[in-house]
């Protein structure tokens, strides 16, 4: 079997990163339209692991990993929707139908020197021998985004070399895919937007009222995202928002939509939960001239020998990807040296500026969350949650702003994004008459 690495390496500065502070993260990209795909994986035991399956439109569709008690390793087959090959009557392994042709799959696995990375060099991933086909190896175009340009300066104006280039991208997206999860009734009104199953996106036959609309519609639709997205989830408790659903919104497009936009790489709840934060206990926006102090009266409530992290996140460097920038490391349960106080608690301060030298957390009392000069908001993870995470009780501790920081220079203050895109040159909508 031809044997493809299924691997991925952060860098930044020429430095490893490790996602979460404690995870090494793998990702492919995978096309089935040469047919299936085997991923097969050696026994590993040397700490908590795994691996989400995403359709091409970010929905997670599968999981496993040392939670689901798959330790033992094995043989995993992902074929397309609707797949009815034949099995080797001496299969033994487990078979994924993806919903989509294209999708992407995320692996982590907890950094503990117990030969995570070379167990995670060892995973495979190819063609089923049986197929006989040569694997696609270049990355689907729009797998895991669904913008056609990266710079996030375009997504608050209408492109203006090619207005409907989003369209385009979204039809020939939805002409090699589909979507098997899509009611008909409403796979039917996109025709009324010239996207049609067999041919993509085809705006000959649109009147000028409806391609101007579908212009400016990206614009609208990024900022609406952005706002929706900052109140994911359930009622904020603490300011913590928990979205429950944040890998499984059903038809919910925009919900998924928003949470694509915040992280294309989502979770079923059992699997990991993400809170997001963005307001401290007095409902104001964080902003880097100040500290701030977090005491959580216990360690987050990982299991499974998974673990926890606290992230700040930069509100300032969005981009179309990845959402907030991931530049900062976390503190999370794996952090060496990790202070927990005599009475079990872990108090966290969030700054910019880095420690007093030549102090440990112990010394100091308090661990560290690198925070950013502008604007950031914080994300709390737990993988593997206890059950009061499933069940959506667990509350974060509030957030306490203690100070500015040590500088003369006063808190900027936070600027208001215009409800309306800018001016772009592009032709407003004809006037309707009658």
Do not use: C
């Given at each position: ?165 989003f369209w385009r ?124 102090h977090i005491e ?20 300032d460097e969005w ?116």
């Amino acid at each position: 079997m031809t044997r493809i690495a299924l691997s991925i390496r952060l860098t930044f500065k020429g430095k490893v990163r490790q996602g979460n502070g404690v995870s090494l993260y793998s990702y492919s990209a995978y096309s089935l339209a040469n047919g299936p795909l085997l991923l097969d994986l050696d026994p590993y035991d040397g700490g908590y692991w795994l691996i989400s399956f995403y359709d091409i439109y970010g929905l997670t569709h599968y999981s496993f990993g040392s939670a689901h008690g798959n330790n033992a390793g094995g043989k995993w087959l992902l074929v397309p929707h609707g797949w009815e090959g034949q099995l080797p009557e001496d299969w033994n392994g487990t078979l994924i139908y993806s919903p989509t042709v294209e999708g992407s799959i995320l692996g982590r696995t907890s950094f503990n020197g117990t030969g995570a990375v070379a167990w995670r060099a060892s995973w495979r991933l190819g063609p089923w021998a049986p197929a006989a086909k040569p694997v696609i190896r270049l990355p689907p175009v729009g797998s895991g985004f669904g913008y056609p340009d990266q710079d996030p300066g375009a997504l608050n104006a209408v492109n203006a070399a090619d207005p409907l280039a989003f369209w385009r991208l979204a039809g020939d997206i939805y002409r090699r895919n589909g979507n098997p999860a899509l009611p008909t009734p409403l796979a039917d009104q996109l025709e009324k937007l010239g996207i049609f199953r067999d041919y993509g996106f085809l705006p000959s036959g649109l009147n000028q009222n409806v391609t101007d609309a579908l212009a400016y519609a990206p614009v609208l639709a990024n900022r609406i995202l952005v706002a929706k997205y900052i109140f994911l989830g359930s009622p904020a408790q603490n300011y913590w928002h928990l979205p429950i659903y944040n890998g499984a919104w059903g038809n919910d497009y925009v919900l998924g939509a928003a949470i694509m936009k915040g992280f294309w790489v989502s979770n079923f709840l059992v699997d990991a939960a993400y809170y997001y934060n963005y307001l401290d206990s007095e409902g104001v926006p964080y902003n880097g001239s100040y500290v701030y102090h977090i005491e959580f009266p216990a360690p987050p409530p990982a299991r499974n020998r998974a673990f926890w992290s606290i992230q700040a996140l930069n509100l300032d460097e969005w981009t179309p990807i990845f959402g907030p920038n991931l530049v900062n490391q976390a503190l999370s349960s794996a952090t060496p040296g990790l202070y927990i106080a005599k009475d079990g608690s872990v108090p966290v301060r969030i700054q910019p500026n880095d420690p007093p030298a030549n102090t440990t957390a112990a010394s100091r009392g308090w661990n560290w969350v690198k925070g950013y000069s502008g604007r950031f908001h914080l994300i709390l993870r737990i993988y593997s949650g206890a059950p009061e995470v499933l069940t959506n009780t667990y509350v974060p501790p509030p957030v306490v702003k203690l100070g500015l920081v040590n500088s003369t220079a006063p808190p900027s203050p936070l600027p208001l994004a215009s409800p309306f895109p800018p001016a772009s040159g592009f032709p407003s909508p004809a006037p309707v008459s009658g």
